[in-house]
Structures are given as C-alpha cells and as structure tokens.
C-alpha cells in the first residue's frame, strides 16, 4: 500500500518569493511521484512527474521536484512566485511496475500575496 | 485536441434521490478513472475502465454507485438514492494507453445533496 502526506493545507507566500510544498510518501516499492494543479472550479493538471532517471524534475510554468529516497520526499518547488500560481496543489504515488492505481494527498492551497 | 468533456458541471438534488454524471475522455484513450473529490480532501478512485471492461472497483459503493462504459468511449456514474454524504465533485479522466501516469482531468461535476 501507498500514501501521501502534505504538509500545509495552506502556504501563503508574498509574489516574487520561493514557493516551497512539502511532500512525503510511503510506498513498499520503488515509486512513482507527480504533483497535480488544480484551478478554482476545472480539473487537474499534470505539473510535473518522477518515474526513472534523474531525480530532479523540472515541469511546466517553472516548477520543478526533487525525489530524495533517503528522505521518502518530493517537495516542490518555484524560485519566484507568480499570481498566476495561485492554486491547490496535489501530490500523488503509485507504485512503479505493474498496475496501481494513483494514490492523491489531500492538497496545498497556495496563496500568492501581491 | 480537444480535452475531457464532463457534464453536468453543477448538480443539486434531494436526498435519496438519483442523479447521473457522463464523460467524454480524450479520443483514442482506452483507460477512464472516475473519482471523487470531498472538499478538502485529494480525489480518490472509485473506478477505472480499460476500454469497457472494469479494471478496479474496490472503493466504488455498489449498493447506490453504478458505471458503465458502452462502446469503450463515453462512460455514466450513476448515484441511486443519493445521500447526503455523497456531496463532492466527481472528477473524470483519461489515459492513452501505455501511458498510464498521465492522466488527463475532466472539469469535474459539483454534486450537492441537501
């Protein structure tokens, strides 16, 4: 089995400044790891995604996500906030190999201060 | 390309009545994923189709949840009766084939159950 922890339900950052969600995981198997954006009142979006390879992972809109093994972590991050990153943030697990379904966390909403 | 088309997009209902939600995935993607998001929480997986056959509906409530997917495209939940804890944006999506982990997101439909 599988899980996520989010830490923050909600972060609050001034524009300009780094944006920084925290995410933990617990697979028995080797993962794979995404972060999902999530838009008032639409779906979500595939940000970014970690399956093999290298361990930083950059995605769209300037995002990008470290998978540190020793620290079961794939926090994200952003150098500089923008407004338009204002959103609720999803991090997600599935174990690699064979099928699994995707196990979602509970979110990050993200304010971006002016 | 056009997205996953979801409809209604707001639904509001009496207890212990029935309501139905339908989904276009992406043309050519055989996987669909119906999920359901409480507010607050990460969407979670009530049932996965690989093209009109049932993959997994472990979490799916059967006594009052049904899916279909007629054809392997355009999928139908069902809710019948509906109860008050069932409020929630019911979220849909889809994969192409052998790509699973990018899941592509319907805008969702916002159930309230009064």
């Known amino acids: 089995a599988q899980s996520v922890t989010q830490l923050g339900s909600h972060v609050s950052v001034s524009e300009g400044a780094l944006v920084l969600l925290r995410c933990n995981y617990s697979s028995s198997v080797p993962p794979y790891l995404f972060w999902y954006v999530q838009y008032p009142n639409q779906g979500l979006q595939l940000l970014l995604k970690?399956?093999?390879?290298?361990?930083l992972v950059k995605g769209i809109n300037g995002f990008e996500a470290e998978f540190k093994k020793s620290e079961t972590s794939f926090h994200l991050t952003k150098p500089s906030a923008h407004m338009s990153d204002a959103a609720e943030y999803f991090c997600?697990?599935?174990?690699?190999?064979?099928?699994?379904?995707?196990?979602f966390g509970t979110g990050t909403k993200l304010q971006v201060i002016p | 390309e056009a997205g996953v088309a979801q409809s209604p997009r707001y639904k509001i209902i009496e207890k212990r009545q029935s309501v139905a939600f339908w989904c276009n995935p992406i043309?050519?993607?055989?996987?669909l994923y119906w999920y359901q998001q409480i507010l607050g929480q990460g969407p979670k997986l009530l049932i996965q189709?690989?093209?009109?056959?049932?993959?997994?509906d472990s979490q799916l409530p059967k006594d009052r949840f049904s899916a279909e997917r007629l054809k392997g495209v355009d999928s139908t939940l069902k809710i019948q009766p509906a109860k008050l804890e069932d409020s929630a944006v019911y979220l849909c999506a889809s994969v192409l084939a052998g790509e699973r982990y990018e899941q592509f997101f319907g805008p969702g439909t916002r159930l309230t159950v009064l």
């Open positions: 189709f690989q093209n009109n056959g049932v993959v997994d």
């Open positions: 043309s050519g993607h055989a996987t």
């Open positions: 970690y399956t093999t390879g290298a361990t």
């Open positions: 997600a697990v599935t174990p690699s190999g064979g099928y699994q379904k995707v196990t």
